[in-house]
């Protein structure tokens, strides 16, 4: 089967599944890859906790920042479903930075984030990746703003009503009422960039290795393992990844180590068409069609499902 074959399949994967999306999946010693869409950009929702956790710890590296200062971060006190962590406390906290990295970057706690966030602004998170030569991600606002959509200002019930207005108010050049939503206002990234930068965390050259090692590590422990890992994790392979969601966005970015010494970053950034929060095919179908370009660039076949 041809790549441009693959990519048709995985293509027609999503449209069943009533996803569309953008995915690259590479190999990170060779440079050979493959995916479709890849220069598109999509709103990173949590997956901007990555590039924030980077210029943490660049900071930390150059004696800038020490990870031992304990911060006190205020509850969340959030009660829709969905958040974790600070986000749900109910009374202050003190935390050190070291400790809110993993909150932010492993379970996805946006309260944490946006303590780092007063420790490094959006605007010098974007100034750390220009420095880093890591093109294409827009760090432009607080991971905050990701818990204040129509979905939390509507009761359970009625929540697919917001996810109605995500899905039908875009307009043909990814702009949105939504603010979280439209690319030229929010947090935003290509598949391109966001595989950019898992090779320049696995493969350091201008990240410090200090800062590469302790976000290979965070990445490792994520705990939101139901969109890719099942298709990657194996007692043969490690799964390290940040997820992304939002209204009708799912992403994931990360990379699989195998046993064998192969490494590859996977790039996965969709959004759907169906107007449900809960959606577990939606998921299992981003893992099918990640997994098969990772098994054609790998060793030029599909899985036997494919």
Not at 110 to 138: K, N, Y
Not at 254 to 269: I, T
């Amino acid at each position: 089967m041809s790549a441009a074959a693959v990519v048709r399949h995985a293509q027609d994967l999503l449209e069943e599944a009533g996803l569309h999306g953008a995915f690259l999946v590479r190999n990170l010693d060779t440079g050979a890859e493959i995916g479709f869409d890849t220069e598109t950009p999509y709103p990173a929702a949590s997956l901007v906790k990555v590039p924030l956790a980077v210029a943490v710890l660049e900071r930390v590296g150059r004696g800038k920042l020490d990870p031992a200062i304990p911060v006190d971060v205020e509850p969340g006190r959030i009660a829709t479903p969905g958040p974790t962590g600070l986000s749900r406390f109910r009374h202050p906290a003190r935390i050190a930075v070291d400790d809110l990295l993993y909150l932010s970057t492993c379970i996805s706690d946006s309260v944490a984030a946006d303590a780092l966030f007063d420790l490094v602004p959006p605007a010098t998170v974007a100034a750390e990746l220009r420095r880093l030569r890591l093109d294409g991600i827009a760090v432009r606002h607080r991971a905050g703003v990701l818990a204040d959509t129509p979905a939390e200002r509507l009761g359970p019930a009625d929540v697919h009503l917001a996810h109605s207005l995500a899905i039908g108010a875009a307009t043909p050049g990814q702009g949105h009422p939504v603010a979280q939503l439209d690319v030229t206002r929010a947090n935003a990234g290509s598949a391109q960039a966001f595989a950019d930068l898992m090779h320049a965390l696995w493969r350091p050259s201008t990240i410090l290795s200090s800062t590469a090692e302790r976000v290979r590590a965070l990445m490792g422990d994520n705990l939101h393992r139901q969109r890719l890992a099942p298709d990657f994790s194996s007692d043969a392979s490690r799964w390290s990844s940040k997820t992304g969601t939002l209204l009708h966005l799912r992403h994931e970015v990360g990379v699989v180590e195998h046993a064998d010494g192969q490494s590859y970053a996977v790039a996965a950034l969709t959004a759907s068409r169906v107007p449900a929060a809960t959606q577990p095919g939606s998921e299992a179908t981003m893992g099918q069609v990640a997994r098969s370009l990772h098994d054609y660039l790998r060793t030029g076949t599909l899985p036997w499902w494919g």
